[in-house]
Nanobody, 126 residues
Framework: QVQLAESGGGLVQAGGSLRLSCAAS????????MGWFRQAPGKEREFVAA????????FYADSVKGRFTISRDNAKNTVSLQMNSLNAEDTAVYYC???????????????????WGQGTQVTVSS
């Protein structure tokens, strides 16, 4: 089992940037793919971005491509999400997640992840 703790959320104006971080503990972090999801009020949790165990491959939701960048530091057991050009539609609780496997060959879904953080709120004011 892995424990995940997100940080870095907050309130930002439209067009601004935020960087989310997720610290992992309790399992060999470097062996597993990681992901970020988000959930807005009244909506289902949706995929945002994922990264393979080595960091060599990444996946993004169409809605964030070109604006968000996922990265990981296996030496520090952290995964980050750099979010630029934020807009009101990005407002949500953002969750870090750890996968069952080390590599994806398709855009992952909620079912591909076994452990979740508590989430961090991101609010974009327009």
């Amino acid at each position: 089992q892995v424990q995940l703790a997100e940080s870095g959320g907050g309130l930002v104006q439209a067009g601004g940037s935020l960087r989310l971080s997720c610290a992992a503990s309790g399992r060999t972090f470097s062996s597993y793919a990681m992901g970020w999801f988000r959930q807005a009020p009244g909506k289902e949790r949706e995929f945002v971005a994922a990264i393979s165990w080595s960091g060599s491959s990444t996946f993004y939701a169409d809605s964030v491509k070109g604006r968000f960048t996922i990265s990981r530091d296996n030496a520090k057991n952290t995964v980050s999400l750099q979010m630029n050009s934020l807009n009101a539609e990005d407002t949500a609780v953002y969750y870090c997640a750890s996968s069952y496997s080390g590599q994806f060959y398709y855009t992952p879904t909620v079912a591909d992840f076994s452990s979740w953080g508590q989430g961090t709120q991101v609010t974009v004011s327009s």
